[in-house]
Structure formats: C-alpha cells, structure tokens
C-alpha cells in the first residue's frame, strides 16, 4: 500500500494533551508545539514541556503562537477544543499545501467540522483514551498509567487510509495505537467513555473519584451509558468487535445487573480516578465548554430516533447552568441527580 511521509508535523493546541504528545514525539523527531496565547508559548520556549503525574519528564520543544506560523505544515495533529474550531481551523488551512493532513485527536465526533475544510480523504481521526489536567502553561498532568494508554486511528475515507501506518509510528512514540477501518465505530465507543465518565463527572462537580465514591453517582453514571448504547444502537452504528464490549456492559434491566454495571464502571477507569474531565477543566477556568458535543450529541441523536436520553438531559441542562454561573461548579447537584433516578426507575421498573 501507498504511505505518506510526513516531514513538518504541528501539534495544534498544545494544552492539556497536546503539551503530553509534544513532549514525548519531540524527544525523537522536528515537531512544533502550536498555541494561542503568549504565556503558553513562552512558558514551553523558556521551560519545555514539563509531563508530571503518572510520568515525570521535562522535553525542549519548539514553540510558536497560531498567529506567528509560517509556511505550510505536512501534518497537523489537532487537540484544541471544539469550541474554538472556528478560529483554529481557518488558522490551520492558512497554513496547509493541497496535501496537508488533519488528524484530529478532539472528543466528540470532531471529523465533520474539520472534513469541512480539509475534504474527508485528509481528515483522520484518532480518540484519545488517556486523561491529561493542565496545571500551569507548559505543565500538563498525566492522569492515565501510561501502560493503559492508547490511541485509537482511523481514516474517514478508504483513500484516507495511506496516511495511517505514518501517523500511527508517530503516535507510538508516546504509547499504543490501535487502528481499525470503522472510524465512527471508535468515536462512538469514546463517546460512551466521555458521556459516562466526562459528563457525569463535571456535572457532579468533581474528579472522577467522586463518581466512584458516590453510589448515586455511579448509577447515573450507568443509566448515561445505557442511554448512549441505546442512542448507538437506534443510529444504526455497529459499534465493531472492540476489546469492551460496551452494549454488554451497558444493558441492565434489573437491580443486580445495574450493580455489576456501577462494578464494571468502578473497574475500567478507577486507575484514572484522580483524572479532572477536560468539560470541568474548562468551568474551572470559567470557560464554556464542550457539552454539546459530548452528551449534547447523544441528547440531539436520541431525538432523531425517538429515544428517550433523560439522564444526558440532565447533565447537559446542569452543565449549562454551570457555565451560565446559576449553579455552582463544583454543586455536586445529588438531589436532582436522585430525582432523576426515581423517575427512569419509576418508568422503566427498574428497581
Ligand atoms: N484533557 C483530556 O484529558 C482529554 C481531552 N480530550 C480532547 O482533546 C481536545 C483538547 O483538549 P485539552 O488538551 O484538554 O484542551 P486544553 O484546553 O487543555 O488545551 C487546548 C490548547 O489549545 C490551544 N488553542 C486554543 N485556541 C487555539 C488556536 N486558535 N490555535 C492554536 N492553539 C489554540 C490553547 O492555547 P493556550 O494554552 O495558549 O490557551 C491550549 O494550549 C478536546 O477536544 C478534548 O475534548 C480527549 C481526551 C482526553
Ligand atoms: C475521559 C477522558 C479523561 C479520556 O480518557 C476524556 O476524554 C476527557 O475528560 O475529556
């Protein structure tokens, strides 16, 4: 099969993630670390990018403000949050030749708006499974082991598939890469991970802990994935033969098989219970941030075919009250949450 070198690489949107991926490709190849603001880009100049957490490691990079790049990159790889695409992505497409590759690593299902620009044969998506919490300019807190970290690759179009095995070496040098020819199969998947784990998180006002240490919590966090499967599932997405098969771990219909769901839950991302979901990174930096397209895109799919999404409502209804300022950040919001439960159990007879 063709492949495709790519010899100037920019990692666009060097924060939470892209500060952990810069370290570690720029350690072995040329690779710029693309920002907005001029502390970020100072910070990195003068320090490095500083890994701490699970991993310690301080790398010199090349950094530069979007505004003050110059010729065209080969390869972006793009991890500046959705809701600053309208800026990032006319920035990236000033700066790109008729071959330049976008491989976005966004949650959500990022590829539409970028394909939009970059025609779907050059969009090239890859979900990130590994949690990562800014802590200053340059600093970036892995809170994933990094023997749990993966990246999943995956091409929008059959033409698009020349570039993996190049992108996929060069997202080895951090951790895992596993590829597959269902792109949307993998979006959906990380979908279920951020709806479960990310929405319920920032809705409760806390670190992933505090959706294990809550029993309420947890089940909400189980009937949010109940909800997303079922949302998949109308779609009509195959969700592919992954390693978790999530439609299992998801479908309960009585009292103890929601129990081995909450169990099930606790097990996958316990190791990454001190992880700060990027949605409430963002509300803690008093920042909107990407709800509509995490639990939003479940709630807008469910109405497309008639499912019912009462938890994703909830957690976008109190998502947005925290970015508005009329409920707390850090509300863990309990009695809605178990006003909500009562009601699917009440409906739905689950007890
Ligand atoms: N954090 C996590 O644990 C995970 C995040 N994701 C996803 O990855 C994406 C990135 O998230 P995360 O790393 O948390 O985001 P952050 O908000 O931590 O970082 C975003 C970075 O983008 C930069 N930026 C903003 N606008 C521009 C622009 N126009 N041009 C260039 N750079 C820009 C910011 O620069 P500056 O610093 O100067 O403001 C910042 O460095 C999101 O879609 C998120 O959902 C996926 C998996 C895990
Ligand atoms: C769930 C997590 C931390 C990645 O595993 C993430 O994608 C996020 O918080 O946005």
Redesign the pocket.
Known sequence: METVEFERIGI???????IILGAYIAEKRQVDL????K???DALTTNGARVVGKVNKTVPVHALR?KDMEGTYDLFLY????T?NG??IP?MLDHSHDNTVVCT????L?ELAVSEAFSQDRTVGAP?S?????IE?GVSML?TPINEAYFALGSMTPRGSKYLPNIQAILELMCTVHTSDNLLSLRWSKLVINTVMTGTSTAIGGSFAKVFDNDWALKSAAYVGRETIEVISASGTSMGIGELDFSKIFSFDSDETISKTMKNIYNLWNGSRQ?E??MR??LLKGRKC?VDSINGIVVDVGKKHEVLTPMNDLIVDIIHAKEAGTIPVNASCKALFEAKIAEIETASKVR
């Open positions: 666009m949107g060097a924060g939470s993630l892209g693309i920002v907005s603001s502390a970020t880009a979007a991890m500046v949050k959705q600053a800026t990032a920035q690593l966004q949650n959500g990022p990130v590994w949690g990562a919490t800014a300019p809170t992880a979901a990027s990174q963002d990407e």
